[in-house]
């Protein structure tokens, strides 16, 4: 037990550290990018024809801030339940940082988010046929993007970037600390029969874990990727239904609460289906 600890504890420090700088960099450019989509939440509210596009590529960017901001204007009846699924099935939170500092092909995050973004179009187009557009109400909202201004919106880039670099790394540490030790002590092998490796039904877990709202969650299923415990179609899932906040500022208005049953289980039986396709399509 004692040599599992420390065996976990020096390859935690090791990893993480080797990481931080690259996530300082990641979250630099995401700053950057995210100072330029401050409009992104009123596209989404005027364009209706192509909201499932516009959903998706909204949801790409990786933060959780998009997908509460979509939350909220849904809600408010300005968007329709099409358009939401489709930012959440595009959502991705912390997985880009996680893949770009763990050393993941340029292959795999092209797989992982172009197959995401397809599904949600697609699944997106198709929700829209079956329920069909919700009226704008017009109402007027006062949009709070909450985690969107991760990156230091109010307090200056430096501070934003360097404090959202520091609760990844907490993640990281406490999350990889906990799988080394999984991993060490359990097996390899033995932990990736736990989550059914090979299986069918391992994308299927996986998205109805991506259920949990908080961002940590795409934290631990990209960490499962990548130590080789889940495979490509699995992360899919499990990041399809991550929509973070998403969920909850949904419960938190009451026409949210009247949809929220049926956009979380459109959610989730678009995401298991992307997820089995790519189990087929991208084999471990």
């Known amino acids: 037990m004692l040599h599992a600890l420390e065996h976990a504890f020096e390859h935690t420090v090791t990893d ?3 990481a ?3 996530l300082i960099v990641v979250y ?21 024809e192509f909201g499932p596009v516009v959903g998706a590529l909204a949801g790409l960017v990786p933060q959780c801030g998009f997908s509460a901001a979509a939350a909220a204007l849904f809600s408010d009846g300005y968007l ?3 358009t ?3 930012v959440f099935l595009a959502t991705s939170d912390e997985a880009l940082p996680i893949l770009l500092s763990e050393g993941a092909s340029g292959t795999e995050i092209a797989i992982l988010f172009g197959s995401k973004f397809v599904l949600a179009v697609v699944g997106g187009y198709v929700l829209r046929f079956v329920w069909g557009r919700q009226k704008n109400q017009n109402y007027e909202i006062e949009l709070d993007m909450g985690d969107g201004c991760g990156c230091g919106c ?6 934003g970037i360097l404090g959202r670099t520091l609760e990844t790394t907490i993640l990281l540490l406490v999350i990889t600390f906990v799988l080394e030790f999984a991993i060490h002590g359990i097996g390899t092998d033995r932990l990736a029969t736990l989550m059914l490796k090979d299986s069918v039904f391992q994308p299927i877990i996986c998205a109805i874990i991506g259920l949990i709202p908080s961002c940590a969650v795409s934290v631990v299923l990209t960490q499962l990727y990548t130590t080789g415990v889940i495979g490509m179609g699995s992360l899919i899932a499990g990041l399809s ?3 973070g906040f998403g ?4 419960f938190g208005n009451e026409n949210g609460r009247k949809h929220a049953r049926k956009i979380i289980f459109a959610t989730l039986v678009l995401a298991i289906a992307g997820g089995l396709i790519g189990h087929f399509i991208f084999p471990l």
Do not use: C, F
């Open 84 to 86: 939401l699924v489709a």
């Open 80 to 82: 329709a339940p099409a």
């Open 154 to 159: 109010d307090h200056g880039p430096i501070r």
């Open 247 to 250: 969920y909850m500022i949904l």
């Open 28 to 48: 630099a450019l995401l700053y950057w990018i995210e100072n330029r989509l401050r409009s992104t939440p009123a596209l989404l509210e005027k364009s209706a």
């Open 20 to 22: 931080i700088p690259i």
């Open 241 to 243: 239904t991550g929509a």
């Open 16 to 18: 993480v550290v080797q």
